[in-house]
């Protein structure tokens, strides 16, 4: 019920379903250096994610999700760290839909 009531009341454009990452789900030189820029990996490439437990995170990184934005699969990883991303509710993230 909760749940229910903040995803009507977050603005999103689109409800993204997660999934399991197809065979390649490496994250792309850009998104490295973006999560280098903010300070969310360090530089041997390793995740640095505030609030995210290693156990979390490994599975995090078998995720992904088909963007309506981009028209592609990408990492949920990079989904996350987004600039649409706004929230991630029982298997699915919610995105703002903005231009990328
Ligand atoms: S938050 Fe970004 S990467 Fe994720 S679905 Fe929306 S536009 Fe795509």
Do not use: W
């Amino acid at each position: 019920m909760t749940k229910m009531k903040i995803m009507s009341e977050l603005p999103h454009k689109y409800e993204v379903t997660i999934k399991a990452a197809s065979t390649s789900n490496k994250l792309s030189d850009q998104t490295k250096e973006e999560l280098k820029a903010s300070g969310m990996m360090d530089d041997k490439g390793k995740l640095k994610l505030k609030g995210v437990s290693p156990k979390m995170l490994k599975k995090m990184k078998e995720e992904a999700v088909d963007c309506p934005v981009l028209k592609k699969e990408v990492p949920f990883i990079q989904c996350f760290v987004c600039s649409n991303f706004q929230s991630r509710i029982t298997g699915k993230v919610l995105c703002k839909g903005d231009p990328l």
